[in-house]
């Protein structure tokens, strides 16, 4: 019995970290279909998130076979090692022990993240770090606090702060002016950066597709096969029903 509320207490806590608390999560409307944007989510994946972070249950080539990269470009422009070879796992350079001495602990694997945290989760995440001069990366995030990385994407999104900002509740169809009103604890860019909002909100959405894609490749496959399991189920149905009726008949 011990042993079981033992777990309970380590489960628990593991699903309210996932979840992101009481912090609000935008919804990501994630779309394994569109290829379009899986290329683009791993383009900035291998630019900017791969330095620290591996894949390594993935493979190149598989990732490329999925998202219809050709062979050639996937290896010139997302693979950084020229020692890499195609059919070779999404490892990369950094040992374990340069990764604690540098960050204190090894950035984790990121195949199976968003099953852990949910794209919800990631996608508030990638959005919310606000400037924090007492850490160590001078970063914050609102969604994981006192959170131990950079903001590896400051300078697409810009300078970002928390505190009181004036913030758009509605909008004026005569003037054609946004409606404000003061909000206290919000974010607020104070310089911009690279992307406009919504160029960025853009490029997070297509990053976070591409970690979905990643925690679970044969998704749309499995998908796709549901649909033909309960069709087959749906027709077999007929049949056994009717043997059933003929086997019990003369049953009284």
Not at 191 to 212: H, I, P, W
């Amino acid at each position: 019995m011990k042993k079981i509320f033992a777990l309970i207490a380590a489960v628990i806590p593991a699903f309210a970290l996932a979840s992101g608390g009481d912090v609000h999560l935008d919804k990501h409307l994630t779309d394994l279909t569109d290829t379009a944007s899986l290329q683009r989510g791993a383009q900035t994946f291998a630019n900017y998130c791969m330095g620290c972070h591996a894949t390594s249950h993935a493979r190149y080539n598989r990732v490329a076979r999925d998202l219809e990269i050709p062979e050639k470009l996937m290896m010139e422009n997302l693979v950084a090692d020229t020692d890499k070879r195609f059919g070779d796992l999404m490892t990369i350079a950094m040992t374990t022990e340069d990764a604690k001495q540098w960050f204190g602990a090894p950035p984790p694997d990121l195949t199976l993240v968003a099953r852990v945290r949910r794209p919800d989760w990631l996608y508030t995440y990638l959005r919310s770090f606000y400037v924090d001069s007492s850490r160590p990366w001078g970063v914050n995030n609102v969604v994981f606090k006192d959170v131990g990385m950079p903001h590896v994407l400051a300078g697409l999104q810009g300078v970002q702060m928390r505190g009181t900002a004036q913030v758009a509740v509605d909008f004026d169809t005569l003037t054609g002016q946004e409606i404000t009103e003061e909000h206290h604890d919000v974010l607020y860019l104070a310089e911009e950066g690279t992307l406009s909002a919504s160029e960025y909100d853009k490029l997070v959405f297509d990053l976070v597709n591409f970690l979905t894609y990643m925690a679970e490749p044969i998704a749309v496959e499995r998908e796709r096969l549901g649909w033909w399991v309960l069709l087959f189920l749906a027709i077999f149905f007929v049949p056994v029903y009717m043997l059933n009726k003929e086997f019990w008949r003369d049953v009284k």
